[in-house]
């Protein structure tokens, strides 16, 4: 049983959602679902924050996860589903955040 995933699902289908304002670069709007699990009360989820971290580390942990062979994982679903060019982009927005990485 994975009740991790279970209680996590439902967030993976916001990614990419049209949620925010016309002027909001795609990178913003999307982060704002990685908010969902990694943000200020990441800590008491045991996920990691990620506002912050260098820009590197980012795009390197994205492009593992993205082609881990454990497919069941959350983060695959996410990065694998993305283009290098999307990666690096969210990558460099991420890493120009303010947090508790910096
Ligand atoms: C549904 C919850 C959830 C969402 C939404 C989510 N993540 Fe994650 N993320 C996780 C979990 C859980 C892990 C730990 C690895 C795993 O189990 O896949 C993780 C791991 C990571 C890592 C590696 C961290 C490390 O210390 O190795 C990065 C980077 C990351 N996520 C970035 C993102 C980005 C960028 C987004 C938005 C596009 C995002 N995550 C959205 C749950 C989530």
């Not at 439902?10 to 990694?38: D, M």
């Not at 996410?78 to 890493?95: H, K, T, V």
């Amino acid at each position: 049983m994975k009740p991790s995933l279970t209680f996590f699902g439902p967030c993976v289908f916001l990614l990419g959602a049209g949620v925010g304002h016309a002027e909001s670069s795609p990178e913003e709007i999307t982060f704002q679902s990685c908010r969902v699990c990694h943000g200020a009360a990441a800590g008491e989820t045991g996920i990691p924050a990620i506002e912050g971290r260098a820009y590197d580390d980012l795009l390197a942990s994205l492009m593992s996860l993205g082609g881990t062979t454990d497919k069941s994982t959350i983060m695959h679903r996410f990065s694998a589903g993305q283009s290098r060019e999307e990666l690096e982009a969210l990558s460099r927005y991420i890493s120009d955040l303010d947090g508790p990485n910096k």
